[in-house]
């Protein structure tokens, strides 16, 4: 697992909760609105349960009191682990950690495991703060993807003060604070240096209309607005790392596990999932997983999940998404709304050289493309020449016929950039953005060519199938 790869969920969407600054021990917070509170043996317990479209979300955090320690932060934190989370919720399994310093003379180091506790899903969160002889922890424990501003904003405004029982190393003018959780200026997974719309081995991308983004430390989040239906999605972006020798499907594979704790190619008990390989106009190799995690199709206690990951030279880029399940969503879905073929389309990868895959592409795509729905027909044939044909045919019930229209068009072919431009021999002028992909829809049984056209300015693109 990639260091605090499932904190991610959890730590996002920097807001101010509007409320009173509070003080427990060493630290300074403010506590969600409308939460309960309550203390227990000198543990400080902020909580609150909801009921979301059946669905019962829970968070509790819990604020620890310091205490001495001359150990490490790494030591410090197994250590937290071991009484806190193992042994006072039985959670065994090794938590993924990420460790970063601080300006104000602070380590902290994050970690995250999710497990099933009585047949209910949760994600245990451990943040521990080590420096000036002592150590502070707070535990989150929260149902999986929800509470998402709550917590950020929480942490976002938790601050330690220098110093242990008083003893403090700070001078009198210059009270030093950490923020547990925080992003910390200057540094980051994806370097002082570097910029996500820029820099060494950076993305560059478009949002989806409304979205809003944040860049965290080790991450970019992009978040929808709130829908009618109460959803509200997220796109994540995380840092480059350097590829294995492992295949890239084997490398989606294990990252959908680890990322979301479930079996990418199981078709029981939700649906299939889908997967796609190909190669981006822009240069880079991509393997697509879409699945309906925790749930059966249409029963409303599903969530979407979108993987994405993309080898560029020696390394991988990781971006994933979540909605609610994909026949009600408004940001995935298939009967209201896809925003990813947009995303999809506008994001590059520094390091990609496009020019090169020209070649290959037409020989992809040359032969006959067919995409059918009850009413509407499409067809484009495609030659290596450059030169192609087009044929659609539309049907229209009455109460007493069926009206056929049919349109043919020919002419040539070329590309710019990811787009696939149709100069009719009429006259007319088309563009789509485009991917050719193996796809398959059987959780991998079965595979076969796709060629996917978005209009540009439409929320929705067609796939067609190799004939």
């Known amino acids: ?99 970063l310093e601080t300006q104000d003379g602070w380590t902290v180091v994050i970690g995250a495991a999710d497990t099933m506790k009585q047949g209910v899903a949760m994600r245990t969160l451990l943040s521990t703060a080590t420096g000036f002889g002592s150590v502070f922890s707070v535990l989150v424990v929260v149902s999986p993807n929800s509470y998402v501003n709550e917590l950020n904003a929480f942490f976002h405004n938790l601050k330690l003060h220098n110093g242990y029982g008083g003893n403090s190393p700070a001078t009198a003018t210059g009270e030093g604070r950490a923020a547990i959780g925080a992003t910390a200026p200057g540094t980051g997974a994806f370097g002082a240096a570097s910029s996500v719309r820029g820099g060494p081995l950076g993305y560059s991308f478009t949002p989806p209309p409304q979205w809003s983004e944040q860049e965290l430390r080790d991450q970019i989040v992009l978040t929808s607005p709130v829908y009618q239906n109460g959803e509200r999605c997220q796109i994540t972006i995380l840092p480059m790392e350097e590829a294995s020798s492992a295949r890239l499907p084997d490398v989606a594979i294990g990252t959908f596990r680890n990322i979301f704790r479930a079996d990418p190619l199981a078709s029981y008990p939700s649906q299939p999932s889908r997967l796609a390989s190909g190669t981006s106009p822009g240069g880079w190799e991509f393997f697509t997983i879409h699945k309906l995690v925790g749930g059966q199709e249409g029963d409303g206690k599903g969530i979407g999940t979108i993987l994405l990951t993309a080898k560029v030279g020696d390394r991988i880029a990781t971006i994933y998404g979540i909605s609610k399940d994909f026949i009600v969503s408004n940001c995935f879905g298939e009967l209201v709304r896809d925003v990813w073929p947009g995303f999809f389309y506008s994001l590059t990868l520094q390091g990609a050289q496009s020019g090169q895959q020209q070649n290959l592409i037409r020989q992809k795509l040359a032969g006959t493309w067919i995409a059918a729905t009850g009413t509407v027909g499409n067809r484009y044939e495609f030659h290596s020449d450059g030169r192609y044909a087009g044929a659609a045919a539309r049907q229209q019930y009455s109460r007493d016929s069926v009206t056929t229209t049919a349109f043919f068009g020919d002419g040539s072919y070329s590309f710019e950039g990811n787009q696939l431009v149709l100069s009719g ?43």
Not at 13 to 41: C, H, K, Y
Not at 435 to 445: I, N, V
Not at 447 to 463: R, T
């Open 1 to 99: 697992m990639r260091g605090v790869l499932l904190l991610a969920t959890a730590l996002r969407l920097a807001q101010t909760v509007a409320g009173q600054t509070e003080t427990f021990d060493i630290a300074t917070f403010v506590a969600p609105q409308g939460w309960s509170r309550a203390e227990q043996n000198g543990v400080l317990i902020l909580q609150q349960r909801k009921a979301i479209l059946r669905r019962t979300e829970f968070c509790q955090i819990y604020l620890f009191p310091s205490r001495a320690s001359q150990a490490g932060a790494q030591e410090n934190f197994g250590s937290e682990w071991a009484t806190r989370i193992r042994g006072t919720f039985g959670v065994g399994e090794q938590a993924s950690r990420k460790s």
């Open 425 to 467: 021999d009429d006259g007319r002028r088309s563009t789509f953005f485009f991917r050719l992909e193996l796809a398959s829809r059987d959780s991998g049984a079965t595979w076969s060519d796709q060629l996917c056209l978005l209009s540009p300015g439409m929320s929705g693109e067609v796939c067609y199938r190799k004939n």
